[in-house]
């Protein structure tokens, strides 16, 4: 065992977790993709848990469609997205294809982002809580790209210093071996939460 290495539950092999100091006897851990720290004796470690497999590792990256909530959204209606087992700081990192993020950009559940078809990229813009300025699309984007291809960039518009962040198109395999293309709209820097779908009712006794 060593830092960085990747181990699952052996009672529930869904969640990955990762070594992150051993020392004097004592394991020091977290859950992959953003958890608390927890130490353990390294014998209690080893009865709980086992080296993840390369199976393992298959299954926590494989995507699934499934679905998503913004925690800072108003509308509580899912939004359709590719996730897998990653998180970041305990929350989803969704890949969205085109026309699901439009649809929820368009109904207001992703705020202030856009489709810029030349360079089949999202543009998230942040004005620190402001109203965005009014700006030309035909304008700005083509700005915005030249300054970064993926990532985030300062650009200033009408007066003020906007955060521009663009998410780029990338292709993603499906577990039925078909390639969609899809978006990390906010996967790593926004807090989406996953769409769990509520138990059915059980039927009333007789």
């Not at 699934?64 to 939004?79: E, L, S």
């Not at 969205?96 to 649809?103: M, Q, V």
Request: charged share 25%; glycine share 8%; hydrophobic share 35%.
């Amino acid at each position: 065992m060593k830092n960085g290495d990747n181990y699952v539950r052996r009672d529930d092999p869904e969640t990955l977790f990762r070594v992150s100091r051993l020392e004097n006897g004592r394991v020091t851990y977290f859950a992959a993709g953003g958890g608390f720290q927890q130490e353990v004796d390294e014998k209690s470690f080893g009865s709980e848990f086992r080296e993840a497999t390369p199976d393992d590792l298959a299954r926590h990256r494989a995507y699934r469609k499934a679905a998503v909530v913004g925690d800072w959204a108003d509308d509580p209606t899912p939004i359709p997205a590719w996730l897998n087992s990653h998180e970041w700081n305990g929350f989803a990192t969704p890949a969205f294809e085109k026309d699901d993020a439009i649809a929820a950009i368009a109904g207001g559940r992703i705020f202030d982002t856009h489709y810029h078809a030349s360079a089949d990229a999202f543009i998230f813009l942040d004005n620190c809580g402001e109203p965005i300025p009014a700006f030309d699309p035909e304008v700005l984007f083509p700005r915005i790209a030249a300054e970064t291809r993926s990532g985030s960039c300062e650009i200033e518009v009408g007066g003020d210093t906007l955060q521009a962040t663009v998410f780029p198109g990338r292709d993603l395999t499906t577990p039925d071996g078909s390639v969609v293309r899809v978006y990390d709209i906010g996967a790593g820097y926004w807090t989406w939460s996953r769409h769990e779908e509520p138990e059915p009712a059980s039927a009333p006794a007789p």
